[in-house]
């Protein structure tokens, strides 16, 4: 059975930071490229990371800047989600999701696919909210 499990969200004070983890298994995890997506209340899906988990190779969505680094423990089957410097901005529902072709298609629309929902595997969400 495929899961992509995520965890680590909770609340923060804006400034705070806190690390998401997104555990993987019923697949082959290094064939994947495996990201992070999230949505607030009212909004659309937001793209915000994701990796190639085979080579590292990483992505990451303008609005977060250079605040948050994704990376990923092979040895573990986990994609790990380091936010910094959170802002209310950032509150949302998490999710972690993967997907074979994201390599093949290029992390740019690998993001944006996920956006729409089009990737091949989902986790339940993880909230991440941040006070001002």
């Known amino acids: 059975e495929v899961q992509l499990q995520a965890s680590g969200g909770g609340l923060v004070q804006a400034g705070g930071s806190l690390r998401l983890s997104c555990i993987a298994s019923?697949?082959?995890?290094?064939?994947?490229?495996i990201g992070w997506f999230r949505q607030a209340p009212g909004k659309e899906r937001e793209g915000v990371s994701c990796i190639t988990v085979h080579d590292g190779t990483t992505r990451y969505a303008d609005s977060v800047d250079d605040r948050f680094t994704i990376s990923s423990d092979n040895a573990k089957n986990t994609v790990y989600l380091q936010m910094n410097n959170l802002k209310p901005k950032d509150t949302a529902v998490y999710f972690c999701?993967?997907?074979?072709?994201?390599?093949?298609?290029?992390?740019?629309?690998?993001?944006?696919?996920?956006?729409?929902?089009?990737?091949?595997?989902w986790g339940k969400g993880t909230l991440v909210t941040v006070s001002s």
């Open positions: 999701a993967g997907d074979r072709r994201g390599e093949e298609r290029g992390l740019e629309a690998f993001l944006f696919l996920g956006s729409l929902g089009a990737l091949e595997y």
């Open positions: 019923g697949f082959t995890f290094e064939d994947y490229t």
